[in-house]
């Protein structure tokens, strides 16, 4: 199945605690049905003391969003977003297409 969100993409989230929230895509995990998001989604491990870090401590780890609760950014002025589509183009070639701009071709 193509991706309706790839990396690099500007995505609003769009329900949850972090609702509003506009962020660019770092990756994708396809089997989880998440992505990464550049600032967003950051939590704190406790580290058991271990002989590689005998002091222990705490870590900052990076937690992925559900990709059902992101929407694409097609204008960043006014941070408005589409569902995403797909489409043959003229060459034939599959494309994505921006579904509340009239089907307009996501670059």
């Given at each position: 199945?193509?991706?309706?969100?790839?990396?690099?993409d500007k995505v609003k989230i769009i329900?949850?605690?972090?609702?509003?929230?506009?962020?660019?895509?770092?990756?994708?995990?396809?089997?989880?049905?998440?992505?990464?998001?550049?600032?967003?989604?950051?939590?704190?491990?406790?580290?058991?003391?271990?002989?590689?870090?005998?002091?222990?401590?705490?870590?900052?780890?990076?937690?992925?969003?559900?990709?059902?609760?992101?929407?694409?950014?097609?204008?960043?002025?006014?941070?408005?977003?589409?569902?995403?589509?797909?489409?043959?183009?003229?060459?034939?070639a599959k494309v994505r297409v921006a579904?509340?701009?009239?089907?307009?071709?996501?670059?």
């Open positions: 199945m193509a991706a309706r969100i790839k990396k690099g329900a949850g605690s972090l609702k509003g929230t506009t962020a660019v895509v770092e990756s994708v995990l396809v089997k989880k049905n998440a992505a990464l998001l550049e600032g967003v989604g950051t939590a704190t491990r406790q580290m058991k003391p271990s002989r590689l870090n005998p002091m222990g401590g705490s870590k900052t780890i990076h937690t992925p969003v559900d990709l059902s609760k992101l929407a694409l950014v097609i204008d960043e002025k006014t941070s408005k977003t589409s569902r995403v589509g797909h489409s043959k183009n003229a060459d034939g579904r509340q701009a009239k089907n307009k071709e996501i670059k």
